[in-house]
């Protein structure tokens, strides 16, 4: 619960906590459950866990962190390393044709993706394409690959009735040598599961074309499958990349870690819309996020991280512990780090119960606080040391300045002395704790 939550955070604030197997164990359940709602694979988890916990325990957590938020910290650095961290280009360095060479199952998206791909190379790196389809397993296999080379403008090597793979593959390099095309794309036949004859057909062709990229395509809707597919892939052909397709759908995104895992390729693209627009490069931090489903709670760290800030926090307890008086200057920072913080309201459920109630006293809202800021900042410095020294004059000078009545100088000087009080209060009880639990 809070409570704890905050006297964790309170411990790390000394610099002793570190991580440990003890303080790590709910968030690591945590994890283990978002990986496994994820649709990641079983013996996926159980090793991705067993790494994560190597590389945690013994990590120093970051002041202003609680374990668990360092720990999914640690996390989602660990996916994105996995998945590649920086993302990965595709390789055409070689004499060209570069071939690249599609393998995956019936319906994992390689036509569509050898379209979408096509229209990427031209678009984002200015080649010359020749899509060719060795796919003489389903009728209208090779037509469906025409009409994308129409639609995206790509030239299209045609293929004579009973022409087989290999028949096709050779010609069609042939033909992309002699019209000097930059990359050939090669779109091949899948099977419905893993199958001997389709694994054949494709070493084969792997053999023939030398593909400098032979790009095992995905669906990422198939979750947990995608492990076994992905292993017979990888043990049959030299792979050296994935295109993980259908991300726009419901997909939790899984699929992406296990066939990483099992693979040990980067994901090169990701397919994000059935039409020829929707391939994007791959982007293993928006993937980690979405794997974690997590938003909030990296939300919150990255909230920790910026928050209040370190150093001003330190100061001002400081100050006051050193029996220098909270002034205006204080007060309105405080402001600002509230605003920082997602405004009062997104304060209160942070706070400790005893600074919740002084400042329901206070009777500070949203509003307000925008409007207490511009009347502190028509004072002069001086002023703001020494608000002993407002008298009427400079009260109504100040109010002019800030565009409000009297009445809301007097109201915010009244606010300002129960702070000043209510800071008393907490510097009894530890001023410096209670500014930096808020954090947690
Ligand atoms: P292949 O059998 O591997 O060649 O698969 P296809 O390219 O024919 O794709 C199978 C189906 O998935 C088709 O209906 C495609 O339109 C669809 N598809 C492929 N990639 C994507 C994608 O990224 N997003 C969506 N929504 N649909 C896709
Ligand atoms: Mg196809």
Redesign the pocket.
């Known amino acids: 619960n809070l409570t704890n939550r905050l006297s964790v955070v309170i411990k790390t604030l000394r610099g002793e906590a570190r991580l440990t197997e003890a303080n790590i164990q709910d968030a690591l359940r945590e994890v283990r459950m978002a990986l496994l709602e994820a649709d990641v694979a079983l013996p996926v988890v159980k090793e991705f866990i067993a790494r994560v916990k190597e590389k945690a325990v013994g990590k120093e957590v970051m002041s202003s962190l609680s374990p668990g938020q360092a720990l999914v910290g640690v996390v989602h650095q660990e996916l994105i390393a996995i998945m590649g961290g920086e993302k990965a280009d595709i390789n055409l360095a070689t004499v060209p044709p570069a071939v690249i060479l599609m393998a995956g199952l019936?319906g994992a998206g390689?036509?569509?993706s050898s379209g979408k791909l096509a229209k990427w190379l031209m678009e984002q790196k200015k080649k010359k394409v020749l899509l060719v389809s060795c796919?003489t397993y389903?009728p209208a296999?090779i037509q469906?690959?025409e009409l994308l080379a129409n639609q995206t403008g790509t030239d299209f090597f045609p293929v004579h009735a009973g022409q087989q793979p290999k028949e096709i593959a050779a010609a069609a390099l042939d033909f992309a040598r002699r019209h000097f095309h930059d990359v050939m794309i090669v779109?091949t036949?899948?099977r419905l599961a893993i199958d001997e004859a389709m694994m054949e057909e494709i070493r084969e062709l792997e053999t023939l074309l030398k593909p400098i990229e032979t790009l095992f395509v995905v669906d990422a809707m198939q979750g947990q499958d995608a492990v076994n597919t992905a292993k017979a892939f990888a043990e049959a052909l030299p792979l050296t990349g994935v295109i993980l397709t259908k991300l726009d759908g419901d997909a939790r995104g899984g699929a992406a870690l296990s066939v990483l895992q099992v693979t040990g390729k980067p994901i090169k693209f990701a397919g994000v819309a059935e039409k020829m627009t929707g391939l994007e490069a791959f982007h293993p931090d928006r993937m980690a996020s979405r794997i974690l489903g997590m938003g909030d709670v990296l939300g919150l760290i990255e909230e920790a991280q910026r928050g209040v800030d370190q150093q001003e926090a330190e100061k001002l307890a400081k100050k006051i512990k050193s029996g220098k008086s909270f002034d205006l200057n204080d007060f309105k920072m405080q402001f600002q780090q509230m605003k920082n913080m997602g405004g009062m309201s997104a304060m209160m459920d942070k706070l400790p119960a005893q600074l919740t109630q002084a400042a329901q006293k206070v009777k500070m809202d949203d509003k307000v606080m925008g409007r207490t800021e511009g009347i502190i900042n028509a004072m002069t410095p001086q002023e703001r040391l020494k608000p002993e020294i407002l008298k009427a004059s400079r009260k109504r000078r100040i109010a002019t300045g800030a565009g409000v009545p009297v009445q809301e100088v007097n109201r915010l000087l009244a606010q300002f002395e129960q702070t000043q009080k209510m800071m008393k209060m907490m510097n009894k009880g530890g001023m410096a704790k209670m500014l930096r639990g808020m954090k947690g």
Do not use: E, M, V
């Open positions: 019936q390689k036509t569509t796919d389903r296999a469906q690959l779109d036949a899948g």
